[in-house]
């Protein structure tokens, strides 16, 4: 059971969990290559040491700098909550009231369009929280709008 489930409310459920888009991990991947590329390259003895501690170096920078955008982030929906978690050592977490959401737009550049990823905004009052990076932010905007308004409709 993880952070989340353990501090679900009373009959609160978790209803969508948002990704973040494999885009985030471009840089770290031309990391790798470059690392790659680095160990191809035929040399002999002392060359050939300084080419496998190179690359491994980079390759272990990869990693660190793939974990550490990736940072644990969870994105989750539940039915009365917005809930943005970050950290694998350390965590931070920022919860949302839905009751007190009063909008929600996305942001897509014509890359977000194409490989379909892009910013969720939601503005609490004065405050407005972004989502970066998020997989199929339609999808994600169009599943907090329902409960939005299937959760606190006086018609429902």
């Not at 973040?20 to 002999?44: D, E, G, N, V």
Request: charged residues 20%.
């Amino acid at each position: 059971m993880g952070y989340i489930e353990k501090n679900l409310m009373d009959g609160e459920q978790i209803v969508y969990e948002a990704r973040q888009h494999w885009i985030i991990y471009w840089k770290p991947f031309l990391l790798l290559l470059a690392s790659i590329a680095i160990f191809a390259i035929p040399t002999q003895d002392v060359q050939f040491t300084i080419q496998i501690i190179a690359s491994a170096v980079m390759l272990i920078g990869a990693a660190i700098w793939a974990l550490n955008i990736y940072g644990g982030r969870k994105y989750i929906l539940t039915t009365s909550r917005l809930i943005l978690k970050r950290g694998i050592i350390r965590r931070e977490s920022t919860d949302l009231i839905l009751r007190r959401c009063e909008g929600v737009s996305i942001r897509q550049s014509i890359m977000g369009r194409i490989f379909r990823y892009g910013t969720v905004a939601v503005s609490t009052g004065e405050v407005v929280n972004e989502f970066r990076l998020i997989e199929d932010p339609v999808r994600f905007s169009t599943q907090i709008n329902q409960q939005i308004s299937h959760n606190f409709d006086p018609m429902v």
